[in-house]
């Protein structure tokens, strides 16, 4: 029996793993965890694993159609999201249309809070969800070991993330969900649930015999427990498994001590979610309890490590004054940022537990992502961050400007 690990195409570059979809403008593109963990899982059930990612092939729907009928598979996984729910609407209508025996199993952020909702107006013809990607045949547990991911198989030149100084580099999760709660983010209502150390660790020896240089820890947080993230470095370091590595974490969680582990095993880049320049916002969405002046001595601790900061930050959950960014901008000793434009969902709404419903009202989008631009323009050019992105972003730029990865 041939399982297909679809990721779909777009008619626009999406990102739809992890049960976060948005789209990219960059060519970053990572491997989709969703499929990347299933292939594990479905090779362990007895199928043959085949997989075609149409949006890194640039492929359109009927590009993707005839190699789908090329394959000739037996069932299909995929992916959806929300932001990209009409292109899927319509590609999976065709590809249902065009072979309707095939049984289609999707994933994706929408089925986390509306899933019978969905699946009426939107695709009547599936044969399931996977609500659990990393355990989708059982209840997850804690301390949880899972089959191999085909890393061999889901893999491509073309995945780029543009904190690695290389493309020879394989998105590993230690984990499940996220222990905390913020109150504008999907995954805290997941639950938490941990890998077994030991099973990360045959998972990076694999990788690491595929030749790969460089690991996206794809976690939501990689120091969700800070003492359990000391201990997989110690690991890792025992088992000489040092990669050029980048991961999430939180400022409220960073030490000395958790910082040298990081660092020993190669960790490059940490990218913190520092979400608003307003204090009272970053508290009462349960972010970030931090004020500014501990945010500033957090990131120069970081950085002392020889580690790079990177932040991202939301808009339309604060008043999104251009001066009041700028301000906290210049503040942050940060290498990176990144904006993101809060999509405002009647299950998610960051007022709902903040009490200040008033600033969340919807705000025209355009207006926001024209913000984002600003922001953007103000930090890396006027602030002078340019030339320290292009020196260690040299091969990522180059990709971007259309170079192909293979000469990189
Ligand atoms: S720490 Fe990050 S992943 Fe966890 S709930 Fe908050 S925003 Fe979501």
Known sequence: MKALLLNPPGDKIYLRDYYCSKTTKSRYYYHPVDLLYLSGWLEHKGYSIEFLDAQIRMLGFDDTINKISNISPDLIYSMIGQASLDNDSRFFGILNRRFPKIPIYLSGDIFMTQP????????????????????????????????????????DKRYFYPFLSTNKFATVLTDYGCPFNCSFCLIGKQGYFKRNIQDVIRELKYIERLGKQAVYFSDQNFTALPERTIELCRRMKEESLIFEGVAFARLDQISEVLLDSLRRVGIKTLIFGIESFNQKIRYKTKKLRLTDQEIINRLKMVKKYGIRTAGTFILGISDDSYENWKRFLIKLPLDYISFNIFVNRNDLK???????????????????????????????????????????????????IGCPAHIL
């Not at 909702?117 to 609500?131: A, Q, T």
């Not at 989008?365 to 600003?374: D, G, T, V, Y």
């Not at 006027?382 to 030339?387: E, L, N, R, T």
């Not at 020196?391 to 971007?400: D, G, V």
């Open 116 to 155: 019978d909702e969905v699946i009426k107006e939107y695709f009547p013809y599936l044969k399931g969800i996977v609500k659990n990607f990393m355990f989708p045949f059982n209840n997850i547990k804690d301390n949880f070991s899972i089959p191999l991911p085909r890393h061999d198989i889901i893999h």
């Open 350 to 400: 960051p007022g709902d537990q903040s009490g200040d419903k008033e600033l969340f009202d919807d705000k025209r989008s355009f207006e926001l992502i024209r913000m984002q631009k600003k922001l953007n323009n103000f930090f890396y050019f006027y602030h002078g961050k340019i030339f320290f992105v292009i020196k260690n972003n040299f091969r990522f730029i180059l990709q971007a």
